[in-house]
């Protein structure tokens, strides 16, 4: 692939990741809300779909480059170079982290998502190792900053419509156990390394 074609991908990618981001909060957004807040809620979810159609329409992001090069070492090689690359950037976001801090926690889940899709992707390059133990801990985790990110969303979209910043009493139970997650995430055994990966 050409690197004009990948910057070309790159920038229809954040594109359309900056319309669906909106689309997809008020979509969750629209079905959790009190009845008298529902026709505001739903103007609001229309609104954000016309910058996302608009995006969906263009036809440069139905035609992708393509004739992606095969990597140029075997795919176990390839595949522990990609997880620890992930894997690297995930743990030193989370490291010390203040967990209180809606941003910081984001920022978190997007790295911990990107890993575990390449976690789920290439775990078939290591037949001989136990992939469940890391993508559980990891799913856990995951979920649980996801939970906080929705009720973050929830209350920044209500403050919108109504003024009102109240957080949820269910933020604070989730908050006190992200701690353990994190520290079980980071123990987990990362399956990429185990003996029985070797020569596989």
Known sequence: MREADLRSL????????????????????????????????????RGAYVPLRRVL??????????????????????ARQVLERADRKALKRGERLDWTRAGKRHALRVRLRRLRYVAEF???????????????????????LGDLNDLEVARRLRAELTGEARRSGKSGKLLAQLPAAWRQFAAAPRFWRLKATVGS
Do not use: C, H, T, Y
């Open 10 to 45: 790159r920038r229809m990618l954040r594109s359309l990741a900056r319309v669906a981001g909106p689309a997809r909060d008020w979509d969750v957004f629209a079905r959790r809300v009190p009845a008298n807040l529902r026709p505001a809620a739903e103007r609001r979810r």
């Open 57 to 78: 329409r263009a036809p440069q992001l139905w035609l992708l480059p393509r004739g992606l090069p095969a990597p140029g070492v075997p795919l176990p090689v390839f």
């Open 122 to 144: 290439l775990r078939g390059a290591f037949p001989g190792a136990d992939a469940e133990p890391f993508i559980r801990s990891l799913k856990m985790l995951q979920d649980l």
